[in-house]
């Protein structure tokens, strides 16, 4: 079992910055795959962001490479989703996820376990 809690969501100006967290626990980071997507109102669940097991493989989705960076903490078993020139389309419900295979990181359907979301509002 792993359990994942997101934080760090709030308002934001366009162009501003954030860092969402997702603290886990009940299995370290480094045994399994951690992902980030996100789902706008009225949209689908899309993929934002992953970091593979180890932490040395890292992947993106086109809309956000070279503004948003996804890292882990071990010592605090947490994996962050720094954010920065964030826009209004950026507006979504945030979610962190674990895929303790590692089958197909960038897909939803792979992941095992799920956070409640965080709210991120980008504001023009």
């Known amino acids: 079992q792993v359990q994942l809690v997101e934080s760090g969501g709030e308002l934001v100006q366009a162009g501003g910055s954030l860092r969402l967290s997702c603290a886990a626990s009940?299995?370290?980071?480094?045994?399994?795959?951690t992902g980030w997507f996100r789902q706008a109102p009225g949209k689908e669940r899309e993929f934002v962001a992953a970091?593979?097991?180890?932490?040395?493989?890292?992947y993106y989705t086109d809309s956000v490479k070279g503004r948003f960076t996804i890292s882990k903490d071990y010592a605090k078993n947490t994996v962050y989703l720094q954010m920065n020139s964030l826009t209004p389309e950026d507006t979504a419900v945030y979610f962190c996820?674990?895929?303790?295979?590692?089958?197909?990181?960038?897909?939803?359907?792979?992941?095992?376990?799920w956070g409640q979301g965080t709210q991120v509002t980008v504001s023009s």
């Open positions: 009940g299995r370290t980071v480094s045994n399994y795959a």
């Open positions: 970091v593979s097991w180890s932490g040395l493989s890292t």
């Open positions: 996820a674990a895929d303790l295979s590692q089958r197909n990181i960038t897909r939803s359907w792979a992941y095992d376990y």
